[in-house]
C-alpha cells in the first residue's frame, strides 16, 4: 500500500521511515497526528441530513461494514477492498459504498482514536487506506450520462494549507458520474494551483476549504484564479467543513457560489456553466 509523506509524495509503506533519523520520524509523526487525520476526518462533514444517518445506522449493524472497519484497522487491504468490491458486484453504487460504508468507516476510526481505543499507526494506516481505496473507485468510475448539455471541465482543490483529498475525492466521482471531465488538483500552494489553470481550460474551478483560518486569503486567491484562468469566464465555487460551521455570502468572498451538499452542487455547477 502506498502511503504519502507530508509533502505529498508517495511512499512505500511505514517501513520506509525506518531509514529517517529519530527527529524526522518526530516530524512526520506530528504531521500526520496534527494535521493529515483531523483534515481526513472532515470527510464526513460533506454530507448533511437524516436520511444519510438512517443509511449508516442500518448499515452499521451489518456484518460487511463491521469486517470493512475491522480490516482497516488491522493493515489488511487486500481484504478491505475484497469487501468493498464484493459490496459492487451485488449491485451498490460506488457513490453508496462511499456515503454508507467508507465514511461511517472513518468516522468510526475517528472515533476509536479520540477515545484511545486504536493507537497512531492503526488509525493513520486505515485512513490512508480508505483514501487510496476512494482513489481507486473513484478513477475506476465510468462517467455517467450526465445532464442533458456539453459537459464542463472541472478542476477540484484544496485551499493551500489544506491536504483533506478524502472527501475531496468523493466529490469528484460525483462530478464525473454525471459526465464532467474533472481533475483532481494535488497542489498544495497558491502559485501551483495559478500555474495548473493557466496551462489548462477549466469551465469551473472548486475550491474546499477546512479551517477558518483560510477564509481571510480566499479573496486574494479567487482573484488570483480568475485573473491567471485560460478562461476569461471560469466560475469559482467554494465548498468544505467551514461552510456548515459559518454562514458566508459567496459575493463577500469573490466567488460564484458556496455549496455544503456535494451532490447539489453537480446540478448547479452545471447550470451556472450553462448560464455564462
Known amino acids: ?138 478513477y475506476a468510475s465510468p462517467p455517467g450520462l450526465g445532464i442533458e448539455g456539453p459537459s464542463e471541465r472541472v ?10 483529498f478524502l472527501g475531496l475525492t468523493i466529490v469528484a466521482d460525483f462530478f464525473r458520474q454525471a459526465g464532467s471531465d474533472v481533475v483532481l488538483e494535488i497542489s498544495s500552494t497558491e502559485s501551483e494551483l495559478l500555474r495548473a489553470v493557466a496551462n489548462e481550460w477549466f469551465d469551473v474551478v472548486g475550491i474546499s476549504v477546512a479551517i477558518e483560518g483560510q477564509l481571510p486569503n480566499l479573496p486574494d486567491l479567487i482573484a488570483h484564479l480568475r485573473a491567471h484562468s485560460g478562461n476569461p469566464k471560469v466560475r469559482v465555487v467554494l465548498g468544505g467543513p467551514i461552510f456548515l460551521l459559518q454562514e458566508i455570502r459567496p459575493e463577500a468572498l469573490g466567488a460564484d457560489a458556496i455549496f455544503t451538499d456535494a451532490r447539489e452542487a453537480v446540478g448547479e455547477v452545471k447550470r451556472l456553466v450553462r448560464a455564462i
Open 1 to 138: 500500500m502506498s502511503e504519502f509523506s507530508a509533502s505529498g509524495s508517495p511512499i512505500s509503506g511505514f517501513q520506509q521511515t525506518g531509514s529517517l533519523s529519530m527527529d524526522c520520524k518526530e516530524t512526520l509523526s506530528a504531521v500526520i497526528e496534527e494535521q493529515i487525520i483531523p483534515r481526513l476526518l472532515n470527510v464526513q462533514q460533506f454530507f448533511t441530513g437524516p436520511s444519510r444517518m438512517e443509511r449508516e445506522d442500518n448499515l452499521a449493524a451489518q456484518p460487511e461494514f463491521e469486517a470493512f472497519t475491522q480490516h482497516c484497522l488491522s493493515g489488511n487491504a487486500a481484504l478491505a477492498n475484497q469487501i468493498v468490491d464484493e459490496l459492487s458486484a451485488k449491485g451498490l453504487t460506488h457513490d453508496r459504498i462511499f456515503l454508507e460504508v467508507i465514511t461511517p468507516a472513518a468516522r468510526h476510526l475517528g472515533a476509536l482514536w479520540e477515545q484511545d481505543l486504536c493507537d497512531f499507526t492503526q488509525v493513520t494506516c486505515g485512513l490512508a487506506m480508505m483514501h487510496q481505496m476512494i482513489y481507486r473507485l473513484g
Open 155 to 164: 478542476m477540484l482543490a484544496c485551499a493551500p494549507g489544506s491536504q483533506h
